[in-house]
């Protein structure tokens, strides 16, 4: 059997150091149980020094050896190697020709490695070798520090004047022992470091989430959860509190989920936090939503709805009355497409009520119910006592049952524009979904103005956008007839979007405007299918399919979101 290149290292080792076959089994068992590489298992075990080793290695593998700290590496090459990588494998980009790049690695038996690099540039590798110390303080130097934070550390980033905290409502009773730990400067620091990064990062989720030896904290960016910071175990209490803080929950209660909400007023600006505690193995998980007001204020124009689709969106708001339904799952973007059509409503003639559970947007200018079902206050009672208010504008935030859904529809046909949301799969589902729920057919027909089923897709990245070859095979799965010279694009990855090739998300719709002719199937008892088959024919409506696929053509996303979010029509 021919001698492996890891078989002439170990000779060589065993050979010019001394060292024993028994030292060396040693260190390959712990390589392959805590995942490490041989040359760093044989330095922390002290059996050779690093310079000593790499000698061995550069005389064995005949690779170059290079000092990285004499060494100037152009900052371009950030765009090339995401930084994920670099530090996956202990890797230090040097130069770029236009066939091949050149690498420092501190472990070349990782072929993995090179094969990764090769996947990513399409360019062939060079290798040179390096100390695993100077190749992560030139990493540390290419993309910055990183590594898990002190709080000491991340204390420096931020100062605490930077941020107000406006509470909703009075403080419970508080454990003082807590309470001094939490408000220690550097603990301030840090939460309010992982806020501001979050919102420089247009976070729309911060993940809190404890785990066997720290916490671990992560942001949902375009519906996309990251890793950001890992914060010492040592830590977590003091965190959990501050938010709770924060948050004016009770912090004496660690064994039931609890919800609270707090606004930050950072720089001008202000942007409301909705914060939920769930019990979990390892303490407390917390999740903040990120509710900037300012996402509103671009109106439904600024959402990415489609030319079609908005015009008849447009046309149904300035209806006296009737019923708007906004149909999706979770996450789909229902309460902003609600929310920008109420703030487009907002004035000062309209009395405007909402009964929510929960209240996402404090909006000046609206009467605002949070539902309380434990109390009685369910989305059916608030809107029964909404109607007595005189109200000219109501939005409820789900219809979940037939009693909600049978008065929301009444309101709606005793003069009153009435916006809710559903969950069902497509626009025409919706109608028969009501009348599932026990709803007259003929209420259904008679109050229903417009049903939207929406999604959100992720937008290209605009500063790494560029054309790309798709294969005809995976073109056909399509099934949507194509232009001789249509063009596909995708983002290949950079800086600002994170090396994930998209950057910020828009709203993929199917609208469908109820005429007299839907309202006589839907009557006469025609199946959803049917409706859609008219309304693509005759009225114009774009799927859900159809729609994302034409912003695809369009350049706006890439046929991996085509088929990420829907099913061929």
Not at 143 to 151: D, K, L, M, Q, R
Not at 325 to 339: C, E, F, I, R
Not at 343 to 364: A, F, G, Q, S
């Amino acid at each position: 059997m021919a001698e492996t290149l890891k078989d002439k290292i170990i000779k060589a080792l065993i050979n010019s150091q001394g060292l024993k076959r028994e030292q060396i089994e040693e260190a390959l068992f712990l390589q392959r149980t805590k995942g490490l590489s041989l040359d760093q298992v044989l330095v922390e075990k002290g059996l050779i020094n690093e310079k000593d080793l790499f000698q061995i290695l550069v005389r064995e593998l005949n690779i170059p050896f290079i000092n990285l700290n004499r060494f100037k590496i152009d900052p371009a090459l950030r765009d090339i190697i995401p930084e994920k990588t670099a530090r996956k494998y202990r890797m230090v980009p040097l130069s770029v020709l236009e066939y091949t790049m050149t690498v420092a690695l501190a472990d070349p038996l990782n072929v993995f490695a090179i094969d990764d690099i090769k996947n990513l540039t399409g360019k062939d590798v060079d290798v040179v070798m390096s100390t695993h110390t100077e190749i992560i303080k030139a990493i540390d130097n290419l993309y910055g520090a990183s590594g898990i934070p002190t709080v000491t550390d991340i204390s420096k980033d931020i100062e605490i004047e930077d941020f107000e905290i406006v509470s909703e409502k009075e403080a419970p009773q508080q454990d003082d022992t807590l309470v001094d730990e939490s408000e220690k400067a550097p603990i301030i620091r840090m939460v309010n470091l992982v806020i501001k990064e979050a919102l420089r990062q247009r976070a729309s989720d911060i993940h809190v989430e404890p785990t066997i030896d720290g916490m671990r904290v992560r942001y949902r960016i375009d519906g996309v959860l990251h890793d950001i910071l890992d914060i010492p175990k040592q830590n977590q209490n003091a965190v959990i509190v501050r938010i709770k803080i924060m948050s004016r929950l009770d912090i004496t209660v660690n064994q039931v989920p609890q919800d609270g909400r707090f606004k930050l007023k950072l720089h001008h600006k202000e942007v409301d936090f909705r914060v939920s505690l769930l019990p979990t193995t390892y303490g407390q998980k917390i999740v903040m939503r990120v509710l900037d007001k300012g996402n509103l204020s671009i109106g439904l124009e600024g959402l990415g709805i489609s030319e079609g689709s908005l015009k008849f969106l447009i046309e149904a708001i300035k209806a006296p009355f009737g019923m708007i339904l906004v149909t999706g799952p979770t996450g789909s973007g229902k309460s902003t497409t609600l929310y920008s059509i109420i703030n487009e409503l907002n004035t000062v003639d309209k009395n405007i009520i909402t009964v929510e559970d929960p209240v996402e947007y404090l909006i000046e200018g609206l009467t605002q119910i949070q539902a309380r079902p434990e109390i009685g206050l369910t989305f059916a009672e608030g809107l029964r006592s909404i109607l007595r208010q005189s109200p000219d504008v109501v939005m409820v935030g789900e219809i979940r049952d037939n009693e909600t859904a049978d008065i929301a529809i009444k309101a709606s046909l005793t003069g009153q524009l009435v916006f809710s949301t559903l969950h069902t799969n497509d626009a025409p589902g919706a109608l028969t979904r009501l009348v599932d729920m026990n709803v007259e057919p003929f209420l259904v027909a008679s109050s229903l103005v417009l049903v939207s089923a929406q999604r959100l897709c992720r937008k290209i990245c605009p500063h790494c956008k560029e054309e790309e070859n798709i294969p005809a095979q995976v073109l056909a799965r399509l099934h949507y007839p194509l232009k001789a010279n249509a063009k596909f694009y995708h983002g290949k990855g950079c800086i600002a979007c994170r090396q994930s090739g998209y950057l910020g998300r828009s709203c993929i719709t199917e609208v469908l405007s109820i005429d007299d002719h839907i309202r006589d199937m839907l009557i006469t008892g025609k199946s959803s299918d049917d409706i859609k088959k008219y309304a693509r024919e005759e009225r114009g409506m774009k799927t859900l399919y159809e729609d994302i696929v034409e912003k695809c053509l369009a350049g706006v996303t890439t046929i991996e979101e085509v088929f990420r979010i829907t099913i061929s029509d």
